[in-house]
């Protein structure tokens, strides 16, 4: 089976090495690394990130799928990003912020990614995070708690459009403060 064809009748854009080394059944690392090359070359793959490629140019991909696969492990987006959405945060943010289990800081093309860690109780707790098409998205509460955690005196640019209560609420069945 032609490999292209493989991976476009998977619901995915982005591809780690050994995620086509397992599609394609390629067990050697000289052969798997000169497929990529050609197929790069012409124009089949886009190279993204180390050992990630993508089936269209970074500029079609969307930021959260771009900055889950980067890391390559469970992440959503939180704290600034969401906050800038929902208009409690005024000021630019150049960042797209993630939560993961370790910190990282990344620029692909014109993005850039930063990653926050936290503690795995806190970050595998599902409250207040959503399923997006491409990954995981903190709720505007869920990001108030997640920046309050790093930053418990956060300056929120607008914070009347903040419910307190459900925030509390959510760092309360989190457990943040208490580990």
Known sequence: ???ITQLNRLNRRI????????????????H?????????????LFPVYKGLYATVPISDLDHIE???????????????SILVQAGV???????????????????VGTRSFRYRQ???????????????????VATPERAVADLLYYNPRYHFDVPELINFDLV???QKE???GHG
Do not use: C
């Open 1 to 3: 089976m032609y490999r």
């Open 15 to 30: 591809f780690h090495t050994n995620d086509l080394a397992v599609l394609w059944d390629i067990k050697d690392r000289h």
């Open 32 to 44: 798997l690394h000169v497929t990529i090359s050609r197929y790069i070359a012409r124009g089949i």
């Open 66 to 80: 771009l900055g889950s696969a980067i890391i390559h492990r469970f992440t959503y987006l939180s704290t600034e």
């Open 89 to 107: 945060i005024t000021q630019v943010v150049y960042d797209h912020t993630f939560i993961s289990d370790q910190s990282k800081r990344v620029q």
């Open 118 to 136: 936290m503690k795995d109780d806190y970050l595998f707790n599902p409250s207040g995070i959503d399923r997006h098409p491409h990954g995981f």
């Open 168 to 170: 509390r609420s959510l």
């Open 174 to 176: 989190i457990g943040y």
